[in-house]
């Protein structure tokens, strides 16, 4: 008994170090196409709409390939059953899709940075709806997690400087709009993971918020939006096909796997190092300077990052099997 004792928990263990390694990979992922973004916004007429809408749409169609090549029985039997298909297109056509718009709403309203730290009330957001399933307080890491997690943030996003942080009422609302959607995402699809496995779940969310985000971009012609396709030479074409396999289909599929495994609150936080890959890729690509507020940030995370890893593998095993039995 006591063999199979150790020996689950060992399986358990690396179980749970290959789920923080894809989540925590794939949030860096997403720092690698916000560095993608800057660059096509900086050097072409393209717009935040068009952008979203390529992005997801090419990645959906990404996954959907290989679905049909490598789990057509599979991909036959989602697809056929309406309650999933339904689930599906909440997942992608309400969650991933209002997190990308609201994001950039956001920084209209704003600027880049403060949204950046607006959307880190997810943590909270899905650390509170966690707890309030489970029944329980917060954890004392998680607590320390996640002030040591805004305050990384808030030290790369600022510099440092609390009068970088524009906080209108109207943008205040839409980033806790996109705190909410961030949160949605990443706990709702939690019975969808554990019935048909995280990667053709996201691989159809993504194609669903894909749909949406490009009928949005089609739409906005009614309003006036030029819908004229942007020039772009060969580098914008590589930099677009970058964007969209490795910062949007890699970088989604490895972390939502990383979630499905670690739970929502450990995911969600390791889902906050993104700002630190964006610095990193943005210093090493395109030359932005790096201060001494982003290495504060940057050790601040990796604080963060040791400190809810580490964790009693015990403890987070139980709060894993919860999060599925009691979350949506």
């Given at each position: 008994m006591r063999e199979r004792i150790a020996e689950g928990a060992s399986v358990f263990r690396r179980r749970h170090t290959k789920g923080?390694?894809?989540?925590?990979?794939?949030?860096?992922?997403?720092?690698?196409?916000?560095?993608c973004?800057?660059?096509?916004?900086?050097?072409?007429?393209?717009?935040?709409?068009f952008i979203t809408a390529v992005r997801m749409l090419g990645a959906g169609a990404l996954f959907l390939a290989v679905l049909v090549v490598r789990n057509r029985a599979q991909l036959r039997a989602m697809l056929g059953d309406r309650r999933t298909v339904g689930q599906l297109a909440v997942f992608g056509g309400v969650g991933l899709f209002l997190c990308q718009i609201t994001y950039t709403i956001v920084i209209?309203?704003?600027?880049?940075?403060?949204a950046t730290v607006l959307q880190t009330t997810g943590i909270a957001f899905?650390?509170?709806?966690?707890?309030?399933?489970?029944?329980r307080l917060p954890r004392m890491r998680e607590i320390v997690g996640l002030v040591?997690?805004?305050?990384?943030?808030?030290?790369?996003?600022?510099?440092?400087?609390?009068s970088a942080l524009s906080l209108p009422l109207v943008g205040l609302i839409w980033g806790i709009a996109n705190g909410l959607?961030?949160?949605?995402?990443?706990?709702y699809p939690k019975k969808l993971f554990a019935r048909w496995g995280s990667f053709a779940v996201t691989g159809l969310g993504m194609l669903a918020g894909g749909v949406v985000a490009t009928a949005v971009y089609f739409g906005g012609a009614a309003f006036g939006q030029p819908l004229a396709l942007p020039a772009l030479d060969a580098a914008g074409l590589l930099v677009f096909a970058a964007f969209i396999v490795i910062g949007t289909f890699a970088a989604f599929a490895l972390y939502l796997h990383g979630v499905s495994v670690v739970g929502?609150?450990?995911?969600?936080?390791?889902g906050a190092v993104e700002p630190v890959s964006a610095t990193v890729f943005s210093a090493l690509w395109l030359a932005t300077a790096f201060t001494g507020a982003d290495l504060a940030?940057?050790?601040?995370?990796?604080?963060?990052?040791?400190?809810?890893?580490?964790?009693?593998?015990?403890?987070?095993?139980?709060?894993?099997?919860?999060?599925?039995?009691?979350?949506?």
């Open positions: 923080v390694l894809c989540a925590l990979v794939g949030a860096a992922l997403w720092g690698f196409s916000g560095a973004a800057q660059f096509l916004l900086a050097n072409y007429d393209i717009t935040p709409s209209g309203y704003t600027n880049a940075g403060t899905v650390m509170l709806a966690t707890c309030l399933f489970m029944r040591a997690a805004v305050a990384a943030t808030w030290l790369i996003a600022t510099q440092g400087d609390p959607s961030v949160a949605f995402y990443i706990m929502s609150v450990q995911g969600s936080l390791l940030g940057c050790a601040l995370m990796i604080a963060m990052v040791f400190l809810v890893t580490t964790e009693d593998p015990a403890a987070s095993q139980e709060a894993v099997e919860e999060d599925y039995s009691e979350c949506v």
